[in-house]
């Protein structure tokens, strides 16, 4: 019985990542200019690929996969260089699961509002090569994948694991947390409306590649 309710609750999440929840029309809305925010001028220095990702409830520092996935990771570098995901918001929240963001719809402005299905406006392969090291170690905690509506959706919706769930391999891994886990964890048990969107948002200030 206990197996059959933890395979229901696998399954449920499993749908939940792969499936964006609502369209919604939001052209000419504008996202929230959080960056002066930014502490970019005292950014952590590292020696390999990483993103800084600042929220409003602190800083999670992530080291890049470029080798396991070269194409996810220059279009999160362009999206964060173009101040694309700055004023966005984790739109979905999962305790115990993920914490989900990179929606264009999803603003402070509209957190209560219908948001989860857009992007950037083009959408490009998944990179799910079975021999690369974040393949073979899974969603473990701390791992950084895209969110997607199917096969080849991927734009800009990313999550991040704050718990390991043995998910299958549907979902590109380009990173993991290496500093600031315990700040996805707190945004992961923010408290939750319908569609598990955070009733007072969770900003995303800015992020940085470096």
């Known amino acids: 019985m206990l197996y059959k309710i933890l395979a229901g609750i696998v399954l449920a999440a499993v749908i939940g990542v792969g499936v964006y929840l609502v369209a919604v029309d939001v052209a000419g809305e504008s996202k929230e200019n959080l960056s002066e925010n930014s502490m970019?001028?005292?950014?952590?220095?590292?020696?390999?690929?990483?993103?800084?990702?600042?929220?409003?409830?602190?800083?999670?520092?992530?080291?890049?996969?470029p080798e396991d996935a070269p194409k996810t990771v220059e279009n999160f570098k362009k999206l964060a260089g173009?101040?694309?995901?700055?004023?966005?918001?984790?739109?979905?929240?999962?305790?115990?699961?993920?914490?989900?963001?990179?929606?264009?719809?999803?603003?402070?402005?509209?957190?209560?509002?219908?948001?989860?299905?857009?992007?950037?406006?083009?959408?490009?392969?998944?990179?799910?090569?079975?021999?690369?090291?974040?393949?073979?170690?899974?969603?473990?905690?701390?791992?950084?994948?895209?969110?997607?509506a199917g096969p080849n959706t991927n734009g800009s919706q990313f999550f991040i694991m704050v718990a390991d769930v043995p998910l299958p391999h549907n979902y590109t891994i380009f990173g993991?947390?290496?500093?600031?886990?315990?700040?996805?964890?707190?945004?992961?048990?923010?408290?939750?409306?319908a569609g598990d969107r955070p009733t007072e948002a969770v900003v995303i200030r800015k992020i940085t590649v470096q």
Do not use: W
């Open 176 to 193: 993991k947390v290496v500093s600031g886990q315990d700040i996805a964890d707190k945004i992961s048990l923010v408290k939750t409306g």
């Open 82 to 148: 173009e101040q694309y995901y700055d004023g966005l918001t984790f739109h979905r929240v999962i305790p115990g699961f993920m914490v989900q963001g990179g929606d264009p719809n999803c603003t402070p402005e509209r957190s209560k509002g219908s948001c989860g299905s857009g992007g950037p406006g083009y959408k490009f392969a998944d990179e799910l090569n079975p021999n690369t090291a974040s393949a073979k170690e899974g969603y473990k905690k701390g791992v950084l994948a895209m969110a997607n």
């Open 40 to 65: 970019e001028n005292n950014l952590p220095k590292y020696d390999f690929p990483n993103a800084v990702i600042e929220t409003n409830l602190g800083t999670v520092v992530v080291k890049l996969y």
